[in-house]
């Protein structure tokens, strides 16, 4: 039976054989568009705030100018995301604050980013990740409901999860990592209906294994 080091091992070749472009799908052109863009993406997909960010920062292209947005304005054109109020709302005070006390230019810093109205760890790791400073793993949906699946964490709160993760996981693959298993529970590892017959991954899978083999 091998541990759950030699397992993230295996998981890792298996995710770079099988999805080594894969990347950040939100579209953006700096960390504070992917701030934004990743406050938006709360229970919505990332398709649908492509074509909200698309319209948003067309208008609105940076803090300074979010800033002195017009309040329903804002939650008219970000209102196809889903909770609408409280994201225009975190939004219009992420945006004073960054224009307010950093000059307009986003910091990117653990700390002061978690500072932010709405802004959580996760969303600080995809920001410091994409831009070449990570400090932790993303865990989402995908990357929870996976590692636990698969066995390689023990964990069920998400950042439990992420320290686990960080233990297995070698630094330089922390935020490519959380890219690839989410294009991995888009394809095979999905939710209610995962294809583990066509997985690669199944004879070291716990979930697989448990039901002895037949899914």
């Known amino acids: 039976m091998i541990n759950k080091q030699q397992k993230t091992k295996i998981f890792l070749t298996f995710l770079n054989e099988k999805y080594s472009d894969a990347e950040c799908s939100l579209v953006h052109r700096n960390p504070f568009e992917l701030l934004i863009a990743t406050v938006l993406s709360a229970q919505c997909t990332d398709e ?62 653990m700390e002061k980013l978690t500072e932010l109205p709405g802004v959580g760890r996760k969303t600080a790791n995809v920001v410091l990740g994409n831009f070449g400073m990570a400090e932790g793993i993303v865990v989402d949906t995908h990357v929870k409901r996976i590692t636990t699946r698969i066995g390689i964490v023990s964990a069920d709160d998400p950042e439990k999860i992420e320290k686990e993760l960080m233990v297995l996981i070698p630094k330089n693959r922390w935020n490519k990592f959380s890219h690839q298993v989410i294009a991995f529970g888009r394809d095979i590892c999905r939710s209610r209906t995962p294809k583990c017959n066509e997985c690669g991954m199944n004879k070291f899978c716990a979930y697989f294994l448990d039901k002895g083999g037949v899914r």
Do not use: C, H, W
């Open 48 to 109: 649908r705030v492509n074509k909200v960010t698309r319209v948003l920062f067309d208008k609105y292209p940076d803090a300074e100018s979010m800033s002195d947005s017009d309040p329903e304005e804002l939650m008219e054109i970000v209102r196809p995301t889903g909770f609408y109020k409280n994201k225009a709302s975190n939004i219009l005070k992420i945006s004073k604050k960054i224009a307010g006390d950093y000059q307009g230019k986003l910091p990117l810093d």
